[in-house]
């Protein structure tokens, strides 16, 4: 059977409702599934499965650690192709898609699901270019002293299908480092500073003392002794500042459930400022935030989605019993679909049709002339060595319909 390109849609909605069975053991909990990687994300924490999945688009991940998705079974888009398997000559490359959801997918074919087809692998062409020279190493992490880190990094200087060629880091870090090493001038008889680093107070001071002896006052006559203080005493503003190592401040109040149903997570943050590190003190040590799992008890609505097509009825004479086999005379054919899942005020599928009726001609095993399609590409050597290896391809006669419009 052949299709009119004119299509006459009528029909109205209606909705299957869609449950799930309560549950009660404990799972973790994710506020965002990825259809296209099945992985879970913006982990929520360790709730009931029921509870995690009043939520129809959350994921949530059992004792097996494998990422389940809380709504209806779908379908996932195709993967990206992969890299040819081979890095010179002939090779095979595929993709996959699966079924996520709740549902039995066990009865669908799982060849539809994965494609592969032959690819050459372009890395052969002289030895590979392999890793660039190392860069420059970034400047050290201390600006005084040893014990700092500095890093390097290199790049792959093949194409990303060849990056196979190279093998080891990309990434290097030095442990240690020399640090520019500061000297302090020292004034001739000044004492030592009362410490070694500037606080966060009032800086250390050092002093130095004079004695009146140049020339010393007499005895007899008494003379007058010098004028002026014996002792001096000055800041030491040249030091570096003494380290400042940082410490919590308070936890913020839990934020209001973020959610209206489902399970929710509530965030306290704290800031590291009481103090803040300065002048290479060391960093708070722990989390920044905590966070806790709300739960509203209320289910999320189920939106509605469209079951597949049904097969299209066979093609008849619309009126009457009329034989229209390998006749030019139309007739038409309809299919059908449901829409389904929908539960707890969820909205209805858009779109107005449950069924699709098309002009059709009845041509099952009649006679019709032909034309051939091209050839479709060699297929991958069998076996892939020896003597007895082949390879072969196919082109298909596409009938000609030009006479049934």
């Known amino acids: 059977m052949i299709e009119n390109p004119k299509l006459i849609f009528f029909g109205d909605v209606t909705g299957a409702v869609y449950g799930k069975q309560a549950l009660n053991h404990c799972v973790r909990c994710f506020a965002r599934f990825d259809q296209v990687l099945g992985e879970c994300n913006d982990e929520l924490g360790d709730v009931d499965e029921d509870d995690c999945c009043q ?3 959350y994921g949530y991940q059992d004792n097996n650690d ?4 809380c709504g209806p079974l779908v379908l996932s888009p195709w993967s990206r192709w992969s890299d040819c398997n081979v890095l010179c000559g002939d090779g095979v490359t595929l ?4 079924y996520f959801g709740i549902g039995n997918s066990e009865h669908r074919n799982p060849e539809a699901n994965l494609e592969i087809r032959p690819c050459t692998g372009t890395c052969c062409n002289g030895t590979p270019k ?3 020279q190392w860069l420059a190493w970034s400047t050290c992490s201390v600006s005084c002293g040893g014990g700092g880190v500095r890093k390097r990094r290199r790049v792959c200087s093949d194409p990303p299908e060849c990056h196979a060629a190279c093998s080891g880091d990309s990434d290097e870090t030095e442990n240690t480092c020399p640090g520019n090493t500061h000297t302090h001038s020292h004034m001739h008889a000044w004492g030592e500073c009362s410490s070694s680093c500037i606080p966060q107070g009032k800086p250390p001071t050092r002093t130095r003392h004079r004695s009146c002896s140049n020339p010393a006052p007499s005895s007899s006559p008494p003379g007058r002794g010098c004028q002026g203080d014996k002792r001096q005493i000055e800041n030491c503003n040249h030091l570096p500042y003494c380290p400042v190592n940082g410490d919590w401040g308070s936890w913020s109040p839990f934020s209001s459930c973020p959610v209206t149903c489902g399970v929710g997570l509530q965030v306290s943050t704290r800031k590291c400022d009481s103090p803040a590190p300065n002048h290479g003190g060391q960093p708070c040590q722990g989390a920044t935030r905590q966070t806790n799992v709300c739960k509203t008890k209320v289910h999320c609505p189920v939106d509605g989605m469209w079951s597949e097509w049904s097969s299209w009825t066979p093609c008849k004479f619309p009126f009457g019993g009329r034989v229209i086999h390998c006749k030019h005379l139309g007739g038409s054919q309809t299919r059908e679909r449901q829409c389904i899942h929908r539960a707890h005020n969820g909205s209805i599928c858009s779109g107005d049709s449950l069924t699709q009726r098309r002009v059709c001609y009845d041509v099952n095993l009649c006679y019709l002339k032909g034309t051939w399609e091209g050839w479709e590409p060699w297929s991958l050597c069998n076996p892939s060595c020896g003597e007895t290896s ?9 009938p000609d319909y030009s006479e049934y419009k």
């Open 95 to 98: 993709r996959h898609r699966k």
């Open 130 to 132: 392999g890793w660039s």
């Open 390 to 398: 082949s390879r072969s391809r196919r082109r298909y006669c596409k």
């Open 66 to 69: 494998t990422c389940k998705y």
């Open 55 to 57: 939520n129809p688009r």
